[in-house]
């Protein structure tokens, strides 16, 4: 007789060929498990430099390198270090600390403390180019005053300290953003600077590696709860893990001076990192938008260069397909010159770190992000931008100078992009040119990393120029990231290009989001369609919104909006943000006129919607570099509101 506990081997067969097919469907391209998986710490012992033999740059010592730099290169460090000679390092008060817990300001705090990071990082490059000492001082003055700081992240972090907002609690270190960047800018000056402090104190370098022991190499390699490592459950992941563990990295290779120790926390780094990468779809979209990806896809390619370096090169999954994406999601987000595709807390004009763009598109082999990020390096330099950013960043970007300036130029300029995974579709008249019209909009959720409310909205620009527009974010502050967020006006969907239901608004959360999305195109037009009902809560009484945006190329784009609502309501408008001068007439045609004289007209059915104009006041600094001192929101009621109804928009150059 058989015995009923043996296992049936044949049925376990069976069941694993299952869970490998299965598994294999689900992912039928991408390994994203892809760091630890491939080096695991027992590959990492072997393939690891050792710190006293890794030289990432150039030291100061090696004089022949930084005095061979071009003479524009060093006569832009050197202006710029002298900017900070002599240099009153700026107060960082109790009561500053505490304006993020009593008023919600965190500018003024995070103004003072980058003054004193930026300061230091000027007068470290200068020191290495000039070389004569005239900037030691300035310098351990810098690093003296930056090591005393109580705590070296900022105030709106306090969250992940048990005391909460409020002073820090010096007896636990926690690590933030901040605190890894300024950690990595002592690091880097340590390594730069090493002799030259010795031979004013000795006791600089220990102070500098007892504060990174103590506030970074510590905690990260004993705690496993900082969220932005990825280890807990059900936490989100966004730009934190690459950016923080970036920081992470660069101090564990430069300044851990026990082997173990140092290995341990490169391999913990790469587990952390598998998490970030897997969080990411196939197509590589951020969904934090294109100005969170100088520290989102731009902060994974520091880790993976930093690893590359500290391996000989062994240590390279540049040819993992997502890795690819991930780079080239900054191209495919692109409008033209510094115009970008702005959806969630994003600016319309975003600053690339141009000289890691560039380096990125070398190693994957895209030419397209290489001469896309060349072309943007052209006009931030004629722009007076030579270096700027992260000291480990502006150290590559000094040696790399020459061959970025020399590097063919082009912006890639799409005619298409879809990108699935975060519901993003872009289309431009004719691919290769910023003329005509340009249109983006998106599906998702409302709980993406930086959300808005803002499923169906969409944008236009005509000759590279903002027409309808996503306002984007204000300034942050305490209000941001908490439980009033929405109450922000620049998150709600009435302040983005969608309807409004009797009053109601979409809603947070990942439950609030599109459905039947559908995208297709062809050489004559793109389009897509999607049902934004599920982005509203049932007191907006709508059973189904299908919004289709479609742009005809050359000629049009289109706005079809088709409800059923539960029942007739009394109020139903659409909103549309622009920039532009707004003339309003009674024929069912809107003329929008940009300042850079480009116009086109809205053209809709004045028998059912009855158009409105506000302006907004803008008195918020980060808005206001984007878009000046004003605003307009258009809004078009419904005249005769119905349960049923469809509307139509063309706008036409």
């Not at 391209?29 to 890794?54: A, G, Y």
């Not at 903002?466 to 942050?476: L, S």
């Not at 989001?513 to 004559?524: E, G, H, I, L, P």
């Not at 088709?562 to 003339?583: E, G, K, N, S």
């Amino acid at each position: 007789m058989d015995n009923p506990n043996k296992p049936n081997i044949f049925l376990f067969f069976l069941i694993i060929l299952s869970v490998f097919f299965s598994s294999n469907q689900s992912h039928p391209q991408t390994n994203k498990s892809m760091l630890s998986s491939k080096f695991p710490i027992s590959v990492l012992q072997q393939i690891l430099i050792s710190q006293k033999n890794w030289q990432p740059f150039p030291t100061w010592e090696e004089r022949t390198s930084w005095q061979t730099l071009p003479g524009e290169v060093r006569q832009e460090i050197i202006f710029r270090g002298e900017k900070f000679l002599n240099y009153q390092w700026p107060s960082l008060s109790a009561t500053v600390f505490l304006e993020f817990a009593r008023t919600g300001d965190r500018a003024n705090f995070q103004g003072l403390r980058n003054a004193r990071r930026d300061a230091l990082c000027s007068l470290v490059l200068a020191e290495c180019v000039q070389g004569n000492g005239r900037f030691l001082d300035d310098i351990v003055n810098g690093v003296w005053v930056i090591c005393e700081e109580s705590y070296w992240g900022v105030p709106a972090h306090l969250s992940m300290q048990a005391q909460g907002f409020g002073l820090p609690d010096v007896s636990e270190p926690t690590v933030d953003l901040f605190a890894g960047e300024t950690a990595a800018l002592l690091a880097w000056t340590s390594y730069l600077l090493g002799s030259q402090l010795d031979e004013i104190s000795p006791l600089i370098q220990q102070r500098i590696k007892l504060e990174l022991d103590n506030r970074i190499l510590k905690p990260c390699l004993e705690r496993d709860d900082f969220w932005w490592m990825s280890f807990q459950p059900d936490v989100s992941i966004n730009n934190w893990n690459p950016w923080v563990n970036s920081n992470w990295l660069t101090v564990a290779l430069l300044k851990e001076n026990d082997e173990n120790k140092r290995l341990a926390a490169v391999e913990k780094i790469m587990r952390s990192l598998d998490k970030f990468i897997e969080s990411y779809p196939d197509d590589g979209g951020c969904d934090e938008g294109p100005g969170y990806w100088n520290r989102a896809g731009a902060s994974l390619f520091d880790c993976l260069e930093l690893l590359y370096s500290a391996t000989n090169g062994t240590t390279n999954i540049y040819d993992e397909l997502l890795i690819k994406e991930i780079g080239r999601y900054i191209y495919r987000a692109h409008i033209s010159d510094r115009h970008f595709i702005n959806f969630a807390d994003a600016s319309a004009i975003v600053k690339l770190e141009t000289d890691l763009a560039y380096r990125y598109g070398r190693r994957i082999g895209d030419a397209k992000l290489a001469s896309f990020a060349a072309y943007l390096a052209e006009m931030q330099r004629d722009q007076g931008d030579i270096f700027w950013g992260s000291i480990g960043r502006q150290l590559a970007a000094i040696f790399n100078y020459v061959e970025l300036g020399a590097a063919e130029r082009a912006q890639p300029l799409l005619r298409d992009v879809w990108m699935e995974g975060n519901q993003v579709m872009a289309a431009r008249s004719e691919a290769g040119s910023a003329k005509g019209l340009f249109v983006a909009a998106k599906g998702g959720h409302n709980a993406e990393s930086h959300n808005h409310n803002d499923i169906g909205n969409f944008i236009v620009y005509l000759d590279g120029q903002p027409m309808i527009i996503d306002v984007g974010v204000e300034t942050y502050t305490k209000k941001t990231f908490s439980e009033r967020r929405y109450e922000i006006w620049t998150m709600q969907s009435a302040f983005h290009n969608l309807p409004t239901i009797e009053g109601v608004m979409q809603k947070d959360g990942r439950e609030f989001a599109a459905k039947d999305v559908r995208y297709n195109f062809d050489d004559s037009f793109a389009q897509l369609r999607l049902d934004i009902s599920g982005a509203y809560p049932p007191e907006a009484g709508v059973n189904q919104w299908i919004r289709t945006i479609r742009l005809n190329r050359g000629e049009e784009v289109i706005i079809t909006d088709a409800f059923d609502l539960i029942q007739q309501t009394q109020d139903i408008q659409l909103t549309l943000m622009t920039v532009c001068q707004v003339d309003l007439d009674n024929s069912g045609q809107i003329h929008l006129k940009h300042e850079s004289g480009v116009s086109l007209k809205i053209l809709f059915d004045s028998a059912k919607l009855i158009p409105s104009l506000e302006t907004i006041s803008i008195t918020d600094n980060s808005l206001k570099k984007v878009w000046g001192d004003r605003l307009k929101r258009i809004l078009l009621r419904a005249n005769s509101p119905a349960a049923r109804d469809s509307w139509v928009m063309r706008i036409v150059p």
